[in-house]
């Protein structure tokens, strides 16, 4: 699917996003390292971003716009998702700007969750999800479980925790998203992403490394890839990152791997 650059810039430009959080006059967020020889993780929001080595500083920087211009939009139309029902259009906003912006999705709906046991426990089915989308990835594979792995290292304190727990629950739902950047064999861009919605008994305090048990919680997930047009992100760059400007560093927080 081809995407108008123009068209594009229009549909970024006329986003209506929630007000930032500290107010139009906030200081502008210190940059992000990213660093293109290295594998690197970031918290965005309710995302995890992950990147293999080799995607370029530039493109790092371009797609945790993007997720988040994604996500502060969602989150303009549905503030506080209060059901599955709720959440379902939650998504549907996060991909419809991902679709407008350059990500070619093979997106499907939300879908039950098949437990494999008694309990479910969100770091363990993301990496159940994962070990099938990513065959034939194994170096992204690898980085996303490095990820979750470092994740279940941080104490509650860290800035990544207050980050993710802040913007994927509400009272008694979570939504969350994990995502891996890659190329594939021509060398394009590509993403992995395996998106989450829980609706439980009770007011869900954490989401990742909490194991709820099988009749307390109800879970959907979609799993998928999106090849990214690069070019059309960096024809994006400077109408996304007005939309996001002061916003940043409220939202995104590096994690070591």
Same mark, same amino acid.
């Given at each position: 699917?081809?995407?108008?650059?123009?068209?594009?810039?229009?549909?970024?430009?006329?986003?209506?996003?929630?007000?930032?959080?500290?107010?139009?006059?906030?200081?502008?967020?210190?940059?992000?390292?990213?660093? +293109?020889?290295?594998?690197?993780?970031?918290?965005?929001?309710?995302?995890?971003?992950?990147?293999?080595?080799?995607?370029?500083?530039?493109?790092?920087?371009?797609?945790?716009?993007?997720? /988040?211009?994604?996500?502060?939009?969602?989150?303009?139309?549905?503030?506080?998702?209060?059901? /599955?029902?709720?959440?379902?259009?939650?998504?549907?906003?996060?991909?419809?700007?991902?679709?407008?912006?350059?990500?070619?999705?093979?997106?499907?709906?939300?879908?039950?969750?098949?437990?494999?046991?008694?309990?479910?426990?969100?770091?363990?089915?993301?990496?159940?999800?994962?070990?099938? /989308?990513?065959?034939?990835?194994?170096? +992204?594979?690898?980085?996303?479980?490095?990820?979750?792995?470092? /994740?279940?290292?941080?104490? +509650?304190?860290?800035?990544?925790?207050?980050?993710?727990?802040?913007?994927?629950?509400?009272?008694?739902?979570?939504?969350?998203?994990?995502?891996?950047?890659?190329?594939?064999?021509?060398?394009?861009?590509?993403?992995?992403?395996?998106?989450?919605?829980?609706?439980?008994?009770?007011?869900?305090?954490?989401?990742?490394?909490?194991?709820?048990?099988?009749?307390?919680?109800?879970?959907?997930?979609?799993?998928?890839?999106?090849?990214?047009?690069?070019?059309?992100? +960096?024809?994006?760059?400077?109408?996304?990152?007005?939309?996001?400007?002061?916003?940043?560093?409220?939202?995104?927080?590096?994690?070591?791997?």
């Amino acid at each position: 699917m081809s995407i108008d650059l123009d068209h594009a810039r229009s549909f970024v430009m006329g986003l209506d996003l929630p007000a930032p959080r500290f107010g139009a006059t906030a200081a502008p967020s210190a940059p992000i390292d990213f660093d +293109a020889a290295r594998d690197q993780a970031l918290v965005v929001g309710s995302e995890v971003v992950s990147f293999v080595q080799g995607v370029t500083a530039e493109q790092r920087g371009d797609i945790v716009n993007s997720t /988040l211009l994604a996500q502060l939009r969602a989150k303009k139309v549905v503030p506080e998702p209060r059901s /599955l029902a709720e959440i379902r259009e939650w998504y549907n906003q996060y991909f419809t700007v991902l679709g407008n912006i350059g990500f070619v999705t093979q997106q499907t709906n939300l879908q039950h969750y098949r437990e494999k046991g008694d309990g479910f426990q969100a770091h363990e089915a993301v990496l159940d999800v994962a070990a099938t /989308l990513l065959t034939g990835a194994p170096t +992204a594979l690898a980085v996303l479980t490095s990820t979750v792995q470092a /994740l279940k290292k941080m104490d +509650a304190g860290n800035p990544w925790v207050t980050i993710f727990n802040r913007e994927s629950r509400s009272a008694n739902t979570a939504h969350f998203q994990v995502s891996t950047v890659d190329r594939d064999p021509t060398g394009d861009l590509f993403v992995a992403l395996t998106a989450f919605a829980l609706e439980a008994e009770q007011k869900i305090t954490q989401v990742l490394f909490f194991k709820f048990r099988k009749n307390e919680v109800r879970i959907e997930n979609n799993a998928g890839k999106a090849t990214i047009n690069a070019t059309v992100l +960096a024809g994006l760059r400077a109408q996304i990152e007005q939309k996001l400007l002061t916003r940043s560093g409220d939202f995104v927080s590096g994690l070591d791997i």
